[in-house]
């Protein structure tokens, strides 16, 4: 009953879709042809009778009417509520569908996991896909017009081959109020394990595999048997009927051509056959004819499902696949591509400008010259030359401003140092980046010792540090008393007394957390003794707190 076009549109040409409407099997005339009729000749009935049974004063009643109907009938939201109905409708279609009870997965497990090749493996093998037919035949006789036409009683069922007598006994036993579509599918699953139990599948995981597949069949025909009670609410149905047909019925009248001479807003022409209200009839009519014919579609219509011809293919091709094809293989042989690593089979005439090359990405099409192919070298020494120059310049204005106050640390030692810089395993100090140091930034730190100078002579600080030599040739980790904490206080020492005041002055901006409790008893340390000890200490340290820690604390107590 299914009407099949697909060859027809296959190939999207001039009039590919022009010719499906000259179908008449599910067409749209076959479905609407009988109201059509209707509402024509009721249009012509009311135009002929305003025009010759109606006096004056009737027609003057008529027209005004006319136009009443013709200025509200378009607040009726039929387009709206059609539209949502008929997509509701057409996904509720294909979804049943979708639930159609298809035994092919089934029968290829049954046939690959029941042994045997005797009668009883035969037996067990037929028994157990005649049992999923009959369930699926008991839920589309219970859902379909025509299967239930076609077996409308058990007894049918049991001359048709679907059961035996012995099981029709056993069915009847079952005296419940309900329907009994799913008692096949419990003998399916206890025969199934019985044959595990005797050895007919080797391993408990094929059996479950096959009782998987058994209930995937058995929610597929309960999916079916609750679209068939849970129908379309009938408010919705009503309310899409009573809309469509309410505003055709004011076409009826809104939609009559009035006496020209009247000279009615809209009414300067007198044609016959109103073209455009026919179509919209065609159109809205046809709409709700769609849904009338896919609501339910296990009918008799042209488009509903070929239900009969499901139960005749399940019932043929599952108990072909599991009787006589159960274990005949055809012998294995090499293919004729067996030594071809890139088999390409032939094509024919009409096929062959069908033939296309593999696609790699729509990538592949760019082409580059060879100037724009060539790898760039890295830029990482100039960005580092930038960053050195940018780190010197921001150190200088943060110590041009003594509003800037940057967070304090809370380490036990605070190694001052301006700039990333390494110890060497002698003891001499290294500048990572003074190997690339041009003589441009020689220069300009000349003047800004100077004017680091005068900055530190200005700051708090200054009064607090007595005593430094000025010139000092090596750094110095210099230990504290034996009453402080285990940490290093390291100094850093250049060529100038200006340079170290400079380098004085950022206590407060650089420091950088050590904690050497654990570096001083490391055997192999490289760090080294200090040579000289100068006569008065760099940090005059109160005697009541001997841990530099606090002094530096108290430094930037000062300082802020």
Request: net charge negative.
């Amino acid at each position: 009953m299914t009407v099949t076009y697909s060859s027809q549109v296959a190939n999207a040409r001039l009039g590919s879709f022009s010719r499906l409407l000259l179908c008449w099997r599910g067409s749209i005339y076959k479905l609407l042809y009988g109201e059509f009729l209707i509402f024509l000749l009721s249009y012509y009935a009311i135009r002929c009778l305003y025009r010759m049974a109606l006096t004056e004063e009737q027609q003057v009643m008529f027209e005004k009417l006319t136009l009443y109907c013709d200025s509200y009938i378009q607040l009726i939201p039929i387009s709206f509520v059609l539209g949502f109905y008929v997509t509701l409708v057409v996904t509720r279609w294909w979804n049943q569908y979708e639930n159609l009870p298809w035994p092919d997965r089934l029968m290829n497990l049954v046939s690959g996991f029941v042994e045997g090749k005797d009668e009883q493996g035969r037996l067990l093998r037929r028994t157990l896909m005649r049992y999923a037919n009959l369930g699926s035949v008991l839920i589309l006789r219970s859902v379909s017009a025509a299967v239930y036409k076609r077996f409308p009683s058990s007894q049918h069922l049991v001359k048709a081959g679907f059961m035996t007598p012995a099981e029709h006994k056993h069915l009847e036993k079952l005296s419940l109020p309900h329907n009994t579509f799913w008692v096949p599918w419990v003998w399916f699953a206890n025969l199934s394990v019985k044959a595990w139990i005797r050895g007919r599948i080797r391993d408990p995981v094929l059996l479950q595999s096959l009782l998987t597949e058994m209930n995937t069949l058995r929610t597929q025909c309960g999916q079916l048997y609750a679209y068939d009670w849970i129908s379309v609410p009938l408010v919705y149905t009503q309310v899409v009927t009573v809309a469509v047909y309410s505003f055709f019925l004011a076409c009826l009248i809104g939609r009559q051509f009035l006496n020209p001479a009247k000279a009615y807003p809209g009414h300067e022409l007198d044609l016959v056959v109103p073209i455009f209200t026919f179509l919209q009839f065609f159109f809205y009519a046809g709409w709700l004819k769609v849904a009338e014919q896919l609501i339910n579609p296990f009918g008799e219509d042209d488009d509903d499902f070929e239900t009969n011809w499901i139960v005749d293919r399940s019932l043929q091709v599952s108990l072909l696949a599991v009787d006589e094809m159960h274990q005949d293989l055809p012998p294995m042989e090499q293919d004729m591509y067996w030594n071809d690593p890139e088999p390409h089979p032939p094509y024919t005439a009409a096929s062959a400008q069908s033939r296309r090359p593999s696609f790699f990405g729509s990538t592949f099409n760019i082409s580059l010259h060879k100037e724009e192919m060539k790898f760039q070298p890295h830029q990482e020494e100039e960005e580092e030359e930038e960053g050195a120059h940018n780190g010197i310049i921001g150190r200088f204005l943060g110590l041009q401003s003594h509003d800037h106050q940057p967070p304090r640390t809370s380490s036990k030692t605070k190694l001052l140092l301006p700039k990333k810089e390494v110890l060497l395993p002698e003891g001499q100090p290294e500048n990572l980046r003074g190997a690339r140091k041009s003589s441009r930034d020689q220069d300009d730190s000349k003047a800004w010792r100077l004017k680091g100078e005068e900055a530190f002579k200005s700051a708090a600080l200054y009064g607090r540090v007595s005593g430094a030599d000025s010139t000092v040739k090596d750094w110095s980790l210099q230990p504290v008393t034996p009453g402080t904490r285990k940490s290093f206080d390291s100094l850093p020492v250049f060529a100038g007394a200006s340079m170290e005041c400079l380098e004085l002055c950022h206590i407060k901006r650089k420091t950088v957390e050590f904690n050497l409790t654990d570096v001083l008893g490391a055997p192999g340390s490289h760090l080294r003794e200090p040579h000289t000890q100068s006569t008065s200490s760099i940090h005059t340290t109160p005697k009541d707190h001997l841990d530099p820690y606090w002094a530096l604390e108290n430094r930037e107590d000062a300082h802020s």
